[in-house]
C-alpha cells in the first residue's frame, strides 16, 4: 500500500467485513495480518491515521489497545 487512498480503500473494507460479520479467521490473526499489510509499509506521514483505524477495528474485534499492546502508536500521532 503506498497512496493514502489505497490505505483508506484496505481499512475501509476490513471495517466493512467486521460490521457485516464476515470475519471468518481468529481475531488477533485478523487484525495482525492487516497491520502488516497495510501498516508495515506505509509512509512516516501516514502511519498514525493507519494506527488510529487499526486501533478501532481491534476496538471491533474486541482487542482493546492498552500500554502492553505490540502495536505501540506512532510519535507523533494525530488523526488526518
Known amino acids: 500500500m503506498e497512496t493514502l487512498a489505497e490505505?483508506?480503500?484496505a481499512l475501509d473494507a476490513a471495517?466493512?467485513?467486521l460490521a457485516?460479520?464476515?470475519v471468518r479467521q481468529p481475531a488477533q490473526e485478523f487484525l495482525d495480518d492487516l497491520w502488516t499489510r497495510v501498516y508495515t509499509g506505509?509512509?512516516?506521514d501516514l502511519q498514525p491515521y493507519i494506527w488510529s483505524r487499526l486501533v478501532e477495528?481491534?476496538?471491533g474485534l474486541m482487542l482493546p489497545a492498552d500500554q502492553n499492546s505490540?502495536?505501540?502508536?506512532?510519535?507523533s500521532h494525530y488523526r488526518l
Do not use: C, E, H
Not at 505490540?70 to 510519535?75: I, L, V, Y
Open 7 to 9: 490505505i483508506r480503500i
Open 15 to 17: 471495517s466493512d467485513r
Open 20 to 22: 457485516r460479520g464476515l
Open 42 to 44: 506505509a509512509s512516516v
Open 57 to 59: 477495528l481491534g476496538a
Open 70 to 75: 505490540r502495536f505501540q502508536p506512532p510519535a
